[in-house]
């Protein structure tokens, strides 16, 4: 079975700062990572994903997230937040085969002062 | 490409009382996950359709629940006698299968059983 453990359920930073959302897992098989952000009233939405290859992925508003098998981690990055960024954030593992079902985090609500 | 919808968006219901949602995935994907999410929690599987057949449900998927892809389209999920244990939101997904692995969140049900 796979698990996802999201340590900060709260993360206040201020605007223009860097932050780091941190994501550990366990499995004792393959699997693919994912960040999905939900903001307010909305859905989920994917921000990056790791499937194979390099292991650092980069999203289009600025996010970054390095898979590092050793350490069972996938922690996302961004070197300056908005107030925009606001929203919470969820860490999520599937297997790579069968149903593909997520395994989500518990999520990072990521509040952004100005 | 409309994206994933759900109907209706909240429900307030009386315990003891039958509800349904409806889910009608992104049109060419095969695959149609339901999920739980409660306050403070990531969501959660409960069941996972690849075209109309149903292969695999959650523990969670206590027996006042079914779920149904008629025609391997749109899903509906019912829940039988709701109890106030029922309250969270009920997100439905989609993927498409041999593609990127990622699924495609709907913006959710809210139910409220009071």
């Known amino acids: 079975a796979q698990s996802v453990t999201q340590l900060d359920s709260q993360v206040p930073v201020f605007e223009e700062a860097p932050v780091e959302l941190r994501c550990n897992y366990s499995?004792?098989?393959?699997?693919?990572l994912f960040w999905y952000v939900q903001y307010p009233n909305q859905g989920l939405q994917l921000l990056l994903k790791?499937?194979?290859?390099?292991?650092l992925v980069e999203s289009i508003n600025g996010f970054e997230a390095e898979f590092n098998k050793s350490q069972t981690s996938f922690h996302l990055r961004k070197p300056s937040v908005h107030i925009s960024d606001t929203a919470e954030y969820f860490c999520?593992?599937?297997?790579?085969?069968?149903?593909?079902?997520?395994?989500f985090g518990t999520g990072t609500r990521l509040k952004v002062l100005a | 490409d409309t994206g994933v919808s759900q109907d209706p968006r909240h429900k307030i219901t009386k315990r003891g009382q039958n509800v349904t949602f409806r889910c009608d995935p992104i049109?060419?994907?095969?695959?149609l996950y339901w999920y739980r999410q409660t306050l403070g929690q990531g969501p959660e599987f409960l069941t996972y359709?690849?075209?109309?057949?149903?292969?695999?449900k959650s523990r969670l998927l206590s027996d006042r629940f079914s779920a149904e892809r008629p025609k391997g389209s749109f899903s509906t999920l019912e829940i039988q006698r709701t109890e106030q244990g029922d309250s969270a939101m009920y997100l439905c997904?989609?993927?498409?299968?041999?593609?990127?692995?990622?699924?495609?969140f709907g913006p959710g049900t809210r139910l409220t059983v009071t």
């Open positions: 997904a989609s993927s498409l299968v041999g593609s990127s692995y990622e699924q495609y």
């Open positions: 790791y499937l194979s290859g390099s292991t």
């Open positions: 999520a593992v599937s297997r790579t085969s069968g149903t593909y079902k997520y395994i």
């Open positions: 359709f690849q075209n109309e057949a149903q292969l695999e």
């Open positions: 499995s004792s098989v393959s699997v693919y």
């Open positions: 049109s060419e994907h095969n695959r």
